[in-house]
Structure formats: C-alpha cells, structure tokens
C-alpha cells in the first residue's frame, strides 16, 4: 500500500483505512463459481489470466472497475477510477 501511496502522492493512512473499509464489503469469489461463463470469457478478452473477472462481469451483468484495456471491446462496460471519481462526485 506504501508503494501505491507514495506513487499516487496520497496520505498512506487514507489509503490504508480506504483499502479496509472496501474489504468489509467485497465478497471473494471461487474460480468454481465462475466455470460456467469461463469459455465464453476466455473467447472475449485477450490476457487469458484475466478470464475470471470478465466472467464475475458477464454472470451479474455488471460494469467491470478496471484500468486494463484487455478489458475493452469485450462486451461488458468498464468504469475507470477517472469515472468512478466523477461519478461520485456528482
């Protein structure tokens, strides 16, 4: 967390206490669970390793938060942390 701080120029102790409100809320979700949408991910992204967070996106129908461009062009919206911040400040 230091490293990403320090990178971002932000206060660590913000980013930290940012980080643990954000797990109480996020569900971890098994590799299993996602095996049924697997194929069709695989068919949709380009970085094989990122197949699991496509599939979570096409299994809820949800936007996928993310900075990576394999993520464009897949099918599901993406929000990046520029429109995320926007749209909270709203």
Do not use: H
């Not at 913000?14 to 068919?43: G, H, K, W, Y």
């Not at 809820?60 to 995320?84: H, M, P, R």
């Amino acid at each position: 967390m230091a490293d990403l701080a320090r990178d971002k120029n932000l206060d660590e102790a913000v980013c930290t206490e940012a980080l643990l409100s954000l797990m109480r809320v996020v569900q971890i979700i098994e590799d299993t669970v996602l095996e049924s949408a697997r194929e069709e991910a695989l068919a949709r992204i380009r970085d094989a390793d990122d197949w699991p967070a496509l599939a979570l996106g096409l299994q809820l129908e949800c936007a996928i938060w993310t900075e990576d461009q394999d993520f464009f062009g897949t099918g599901v919206a993406t929000w990046t942390s520029a429109n995320v911040e926007r749209y909270l400040n709203s």
